[in-house]
């Protein structure tokens, strides 16, 4: 590995001023994984720190060589003593850096675009940011065409954000209305419903999740065109909402045929 453009104090100084301006609006990318997604996915990062640049870089290497050299172009070292100032807690790879989020517009015209050939996945009310975060990682894997959230909890929190990886720059987010949800075969899962077992799932379906206390909002089962379950051995209640995503998302791309990464198989 080549280091290149060796940072000095100034630098450093320079990118704490900058991270301390943006900090409020930006998105938190925290440890190595999360902004090496975040940049194989495009996002616009104007500040990235770490407390350890030739290490860093050297994983970049290992790891994810494919985003070397931005890494390269974009990393400054600070002090972990720094870091600690900026950040909730340093991850261990003692990497974090701030990314711009996608405009709200731009998400919503994502979500509508027609016609559609990967299932946008809806989350009713979800409380548990972590488990939001997970089903954005999974969505991003399967290559859905986004995540939809309705109720209160925002998809971007950093805690959702941390859970997803840095995936969230790989897959439409954002928060809805039941009544303003994309277009498509509404899909809700319900432990009451009909085994999806016996159906194949369009690519342009919708597929709704409800909340992880409370199950499908009354709303949104009014719009439901089906409501299906997944097999479940009795006198076990429920599967965690990530679990169920996945479960979901596996069923409709091996009875589609596309792989995660769109090609068909």
Excluded: C
């Amino acid at each position: 590995m080549k280091v290149t453009g060796a940072h000095d104090d100034g630098d450093g100084d320079r990118a704490v001023r900058a991270w301390r301006g943006l900090a409020d609006g930006a998105v938190l990318l925290d440890g190595f994984h999360a902004l090496k997604h975040a940049l194989r996915f495009h996002a616009r990062v104007p500040v990235a720190l770490t407390d350890d640049r030739a290490a860093t870089l050297a994983l970049a290497d290992e790891l994810a060589p494919d985003v070397t050299a931005a890494l390269d172009a974009l990393l400054v070292e600070v002090p972990v003593a720094i870091l600690r100032g900026l950040v909730p807690r340093v991850h261990p790879t003692g990497v974090a850096a701030l990314a711009e989020r996608p405009s709200r517009t731009a998400q919503l015209e994502a979500l509508a675009r027609l016609p559609r050939t990967t299932p946008v996945v809806v989350l009713d009310n979800p409380r548990n940011l972590g488990n939001t975060g997970a089903v954005i990682r999974l969505a991003a894997g399967f290559g859905a065409t986004g995540v939809v959230t309705t109720g209160t909890l925002d998809p971007w929190h950093p805690t959702v954000v941390r859970g997803g990886a840095g995936l969230h720059y790989a897959t439409a987010v954002e928060r809805m209305d039941v009544d303003a949800l994309p277009q498509g075969p509404l899909f809700a899962l319900d432990a009451e419903g009909e085994d999806i077992r016996g159906l194949k799932l369009p690519d342009d379906a919708v597929l709704a999740f409800g909340s992880e206390r409370t199950g499908l909002s009354a709303p949104l089962r009014a719009r439901a065109d089906h409501v299906l379950s997944l097999p479940m051995r009795s006198q076990v209640s429920s599967y965690n909402l990530a679990t169920s995503v996945a479960m979901t998302l596996f069923h409709w791309s091996t009875a589609s045929g596309t792989a995660a990464d769109g090609r068909t198989v």
